[in-house]
């Protein structure tokens, strides 16, 4: 079988099958379908639909539960603590947003922070959510899994996790600006598509379970497994360390130690700051500004083998343009493992190549 190329709305409609089948209502099928899709068709394959065995395997285990949602354990107005008790993260953030962008509207800014969810994917998903609002947001993620991932700069083995971070600015009259990164030079999951294609990575991405430098992908996650390196030296270890702080201490949902190694379950901690442009210089002003920089810096003459100067976000939106109208390709394992999910929760490999529109 060779890869496949499948389109958004059918992709979209064989993953909520699957989360039918693992229990999950409409309104959450929908929630983690239009996510783990909008991930793929923005480009980041490492949280796209790859995901979701991961997500079914964890359901069926009773990891995480399905149809819960964001509790809101501290309500001080525009200072926001929720629970996720472990629902699926993009139920969980989704929510905390949606409540986050009403205290925006009253208060001018909301001050939110998330614990003890699922995996809450794309992290630009949510400064996007905030954006569509006209709100400015910056986001700092941390978590666990059962391991950690990313070597600390000068260290040789993996301390903790890749740790996001994400801010979006809305711009009237045009695309937002969304930058949105794992701290790590690579994330987690770009190392997953890397193996399951039979590719290598990059130079100085990655070290192996000795602290050597690899570019075999296997080596994060065949054991004994090593560690990714952070971005930018000693600055992006840094901004790593500050999510992990901002993320995990100032939420309660915890830093990583010793003790949570081997806990078999994908928890994200999210700290967000949401702010209404209208209440600080002013939306007009921000919108020229926001315009002239961008045309300012956009001016630059592009380097050798590089078409255009883009702006963070543009790549994002030009690889969803390209893949709405060429379709979404996923590669052979990623699509077993998707079938294979879906055979696990009872839905027939049929039904999907129904649902998808091709033949399997
Ligand atoms: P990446 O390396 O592709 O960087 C993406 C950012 O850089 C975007 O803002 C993009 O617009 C910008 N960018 C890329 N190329 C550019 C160019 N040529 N010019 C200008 N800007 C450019 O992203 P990544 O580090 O691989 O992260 C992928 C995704 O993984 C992110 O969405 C992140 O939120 C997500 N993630 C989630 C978790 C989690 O636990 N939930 C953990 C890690 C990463």
Redesign the pocket.
Known sequence: MTDITVSAHGLNTAIRAILAGAGSHEREQKLVADHLVL?NL???D??GVGMLPNYIASAREGRHRVNGKAELVDDAGALLTFDGGTSY?QVVAFEAMEIAIERVRRHGVAVVSIRNSN???????WAEQCAASGYVSIHF???FANRTLVAPFGGTDARF????F?AGFPRPGDEPI???????K?????VRVAMNKGETLPEEVLLDAKGKPTTDPKQLYVPPTGALLP?GGHKGYGLAFICELFGGALSGGGTWTKAKLGRRVNV?NMFSIVVDPQRLGGRDVMAEEARNFAEWVKASPPADG?EI????????RQRKKKRLADGIPIDTNTWNEVIAAAESVGVPRTEIAHLVGVIL
């Open positions: 991930a923005t480009g980041h490492s949280h993260g995996h809450v994917g794309r992290i630009g998903h993620c941390c978590g996790g890749t740790n996001p994400c969304i930058l949105d990164f794992a701290t790590s690579i994330a987690a999951g770009k971005i994200n590089v100067v883009l702006l963070p976000g543009e790549p994002e």
